[in-house]
């Protein structure tokens, strides 16, 4: 999928969004682009994140579980790293994409990961 397709499938509103709060280019932003792994939002931001945009966009988040989604602030301690790989209990996290994110809007609710098993 190519940049001018994304611009179709995400609502402009929603892309500068996230141009201003992350700063990122559009052209990084698809419907498959992830928050975690393509742009790198995780922790407090990441919550920080989501509650922004259900303020800008009137999402209800009542059914949004931040420990479904990120990662703890103590991720970039490499003790944790340690930990992690020594226990072999990484965290199962549910990634939100961008087009995750425009279903929410369009709903006016989180929808995110309310369909899976967790």
């Known amino acids: 999928m190519n940049s ?7 609502n402009d509103a929603l892309v500068d969004f996230l141009i201003q ?3 990122v280019s559009a052209t990084r932003l698809t419907p498959t682009t992830t928050l975690g792994r393509d742009l790198g939002v995780d922790g407090d931001d990441g919550v920080e994140l989501i509650q922004a945009y259900g303020r800008r966009f009137d999402v ?17 301690n490499p003790l944790i790293w340690v ?7 990484w965290p199962k996290l549910i990634p939100i ?10 709903a006016r609710r989180w929808v995110v990961g309310t369909h899976h098993a967790v």
Do not use: C, I, K, M
């Open 21 to 23: 709060e992350l700063r």
């Open 83 to 89: 930990w992690w790989l020594l226990s072999r209990n």
């Open 60 to 76: 209800d988040l009542s059914d949004f579980r931040p420990s479904q989604h990120f990662g703890a602030e103590a991720a970039a």
């Open 97 to 106: 994409t961008l087009g995750d994110l425009e279903s929410s809007r369009q």
């Open 4 to 10: 001018a397709q994304a611009h179709v499938e995400l």
